[in-house]
């Protein structure tokens, strides 16, 4: 969780003993399990197997429970990290991390197939709601609780889980604050408005032009605490469900219904139609937000505009209620996730009162 520190393993890990020793005849030399190369068979690659640190068929894997220690391949471990799938990274063409060149294309639609941070991969492991391809962790961690919980719930699921170096790890990482645990999973399924409008007591979050992924994954968080129903996103000019925003979300993309659509005020008509109060949030807005006009559990979507420039112009003029959040300070202004979040909760007391 966003508490958790941040383990200090030895940069660029190490290799095992000896380096490369002499393979076979035309064979390349043998595996990764206890580091370094070992010797080939005649004609092709040699056998081994990767390290890797969870349960063998025998029960628990030898070691200390938690995070996978280095050099603890078996024959387990390597049945069960299996051939590798067409979505595994290989050394030619994978996608570079931070610390690289690019990153992979971007992907039409919400995302999500990529996703760092220790709560967020234990979240998509516990949700069981997409296909998860494999797990990769930084070999050598210290042990803690949620690690040895992903470790085990890899197991049950049978999802592959590799231990590396920290500078393999890093170079496929995609944010600084990784907790050395990332995950390859499906991307996102996608839900479409009338869905998330027919809901029982609707509660939808409508975002029009978020683009600081920081903000989004934290607005996803509190929407999830908050018992958001739905969430609309816009499919352009909008930040999308990125690594950054899997992490800061802490596991709540793998709870929330999700929808894109091609434009917000569009939108805000479609779920006017569909029977849904429309409430911007502004800040010149002539209502409180703490004065709303909500019946009982009556389905309300709250929308939330773009970091500085606020909701746009046919938006404001869309929505049923224009609210603001009454400010008592010298500042005049709230960020678009704080805002959100008192927005949010109001909802949930008035109904709840």
Excluded: W, Y
Excluded at 18 to 32: A, E, F, M, N, Q
Excluded at 180 to 205: C, F, K, W, Y
Excluded at 330 to 347: D, K
């Amino acid at each position: 969780m966003s508490g958790q520190r941040r383990s200090q393993g030895n940069k660029g890990g190490a290799r095992g003993p000896g380096g490369k020793s002499p393979g076979g005849p035309g064979g390349k030399s043998g595996g990764r399990g206890s580091g370094g190369k070992g010797p080939g068979g005649p004609g092709g690659k040699g056998a081994g197997s990767r390290g890797a640190g969870s349960k063998n068929s025998a029960g628990k894997a030898p070691g200390s429970r938690g995070a996978p220690n280095k050099g603890l391949a078996s024959k387990a471990a390597a049945e069960r990290a299996g051939p590798p799938e067409s979505g595994t990274p290989s050394r030619r063409g994978r996608p570079q991390g931070r610390g690289g060149k690019r990153s992979p294309a971007a992907k039409r639609g919400l995302g999500g197939d990529h996703v760092e941070g220790r709560q967020a991969v234990r979240e998509l492991l516990l949700a069981g709601k997409r296909r998860v391809r494999e797990i990769v962790m930084i070999e050598d961690m210290d042990a803690a609780d949620i690690l040895e919980d992903i470790s085990e719930l890899s197991f049950e699921m049978k999802v592959p889980l590799r231990a590396v170096p920290r500078r393999r790890f890093e170079s496929e990482a995609l944010t600084e604050s990784h907790q050395g645990v990332m995950a390859r999973a499906d991307t996102l399924p996608e839900s479409s408005l009338e869905d998330l409008a027919q809901m029982p007591n609707a509660h939808i979050l409508v975002l029009d032009g978020v683009t600081d992924p920081g903000n989004l994954g934290a607005l996803l968080r509190t929407a999830e605490c908050a018992g958001v129903t739905g969430i609309v996103l816009a499919k352009h000019r909008a930040v999308h469900i990125s690594p950054t925003v899997t992490k800061t979300a802490a596991g709540a993309v793998e709870h929330l219904d999700m929808a894109v659509v091609g434009g917000i005020p569009t939108a805000i008509k479609d779920l006017t139609d569909l029977g849904v109060v429309t409430v911007g949030l502004d800040m010149e807005g002539d209502t409180s937000i703490f004065g709303l006009p909500l019946a009982g559990n009556q389905p309300v979507a709250l929308v939330l505009g773009a970091e500085g420039k606020g909701l746009g112009r046919l938006v404001k003029e869309r929505v049923d209620v224009r609210a603001s959040i009454p400010m008592l300070g010298e500042l005049n202004s709230l960020n678009v996730a704080m805002a959100g979040a008192i927005a949010m909760f109001e909802v949930v007391r008035r109904r709840e009162a």
